[in-house]
């Protein structure tokens, strides 16, 4: 309402504006009017002010305030639509940062899972081979154990010829220290020779 008014008062203003502007301009120019012609002049300025006035205020203000309320409405609705896709932008993107932050938790937890089956299986093989060495020491220790005691058992046998025949060297004849001597590098020889 005060809107209308004031579409109804500042044209009002300004045409008296212009009217005192245009006596103070025929006043300058020395042409000043008589009494009756100023009456005349002022009373047709107010009937066609007022017509004016009317056909403005009946006519004119009316479609420019309808066209004005109009341009204020769809502003109102563009500012409500802009506000609209605003939020829905801001709802967009906080959905986004959500699924991206669930997205990095998953990724996450799959490197997560990932490490966790690698140092799994990197134990598992790790106890493996331990398990498999330690068979492999097992069996060479037993292999080696069974190399000695056939070595030991060659060795026994291999003295036990070797002392049967150096007694029975002994026993067909008497020995001295000559042939004591040379029945020791003869036995060594057999030995040596058994040995190859």
């Given at each position: 309402?005060?809107?209308?008014?004031?579409?109804?008062?500042?044209?009002?203003?300004?045409?008296?504006?212009?009217?005192?502007?245009?006596?103070?301009?025929?006043?300058?120019?020395?042409?000043?009017p008589?009494?009756?012609?100023?009456?005349?002049?002022?009373?047709?300025?107010?009937?066609?002010?007022?017509?004016?006035?009317?056909?403005?205020?009946?006519?004119?203000?009316?479609?420019?305030g309808?066209?004005?309320?109009?341009?204020?409405?769809?502003?109102?609705?563009?500012?409500?639509?802009?506000?609209?896709?605003?939020?829905?932008?801001?709802?967009?993107?906080?959905?986004?940062?959500?699924?991206?932050?669930?997205?990095?938790?998953?990724?996450?937890?799959?490197?997560?899972?990932?490490?966790?089956?690698?140092?799994a299986?990197a134990?598992?093989?790790?106890?493996?081979?331990?398990?498999?060495?330690?068979?492999?020491?097992?069996r060479?220790?037993?292999?080696?154990?069974?190399a000695?005691?056939?070595?030991?058992?060659?060795?026994?046998?291999?003295?036990?010829?070797?002392?049967?025949?150096?007694?029975?060297?002994?026993l067909?004849?008497?020995?001295?220290?000559?042939?004591?001597?040379r029945?020791?590098?003869?036995?060594?020889?057999?030995?040596?020779?058994?040995?190859?």
């Amino acid at each position: 309402m005060s809107r209308r008014i004031s579409t109804f008062v500042l044209p009002t203003l300004a045409l008296a504006f212009l009217a005192q502007t245009a006596m103070a301009a025929g006043e300058e120019l020395g042409a000043l009017p008589s009494p009756k012609q100023g009456l005349i002049t002022g009373i047709t300025a107010l009937v066609v002010f007022a017509v004016v006035f009317a056909i403005l205020a009946v006519k004119v203000w009316p479609v420019i305030g309808k066209a004005l309320d109009e341009r204020a409405g769809k502003i109102r609705e563009e500012i409500a639509a802009a506000e609209a896709a605003r939020k829905q932008a801001k709802d967009a993107l906080e959905m986004y940062e959500k699924s991206l932050a669930e997205a990095r938790a998953e990724a996450q937890k799959m490197l997560e899972k990932t490490r966790a089956q690698q140092q799994a299986l990197a134990d598992e093989l790790r106890s493996k081979a331990d398990a498999e060495l330690a068979q492999m020491r097992e069996r060479a220790r037993r292999d080696i154990e069974a190399a000695k005691k056939a070595a030991l058992q060659e060795i026994y046998s291999q003295t036990a010829a070797a002392a049967t025949s150096i007694a029975g060297k002994i026993l067909r004849r008497e020995v001295n220290p000559a042939d004591q001597k040379r029945l020791v590098e003869e036995s060594m020889g057999e030995l040596m020779a058994m040995k190859n």
